[in-house]
Nanobody, 124 residues
Framework: QVQLVESGGGLVQAGGSLRLSCAVS????????VGWFRQAPGKEREFVAA????????YYAEVVKGRFTIYRDNAANTVYLQMNSLKPEDTEIYYC?????????????????WGQGTQVTVYS
């Protein structure tokens, strides 16, 4: 398994931007697909975005499509989530995840390793 550490969360005004980072260690980063999920108190963890193991394919939840971008830097063992045009409803804890599957999809059960999460708060 790999270890994942998120950073970059914080407080931002609606319409603003944040970039989350997830540093991956413990194994060959290129052997893993990566994804971002988010969770609000009392709610289930929901899929945000994912990048396939090859890096060639990305997919997004409909609610973030066109606003968020996931990308990875294999040389730096880091995956990013660029979040633009943020809305108050994007306020959640964001988690980075890794999967040995080539394209793990949107289910949290398909991911093997998780970070500790980083809080994103968007105010209006």
């Amino acid at each position: 398994q790999v270890q994942l550490v998120e950073s970059g969360g914080g407080l931002v005004q609606a319409g603003g931007s944040l970039r989350l980072s997830c540093a991956v260690s413990g194994h060959t980063f290129g052997s893993y697909a990566v994804g971002w999920f988010r969770q609000a108190p009392g709610k289930e963890r929901e899929f945000v975005a994912a990048n396939s193991r090859s890096g060639a394919h990305t997919y997004y939840a409909e609610v973030v499509k066109g606003r968020f971008t996931i990308y990875r830097d294999n040389a730096a063992n880091t995956v990013y989530l660029q979040m633009n045009s943020l809305k108050p409803e994007d306020t959640e804890i964001y988690y980075c995840a890794a999967s040995r599957r080539s394209m793990p999809g949107v289910s949290a059960d398909s991911y093997d390793s998780w970070g500790q999460g980083t809080q994103v708060t968007v105010y209006s």
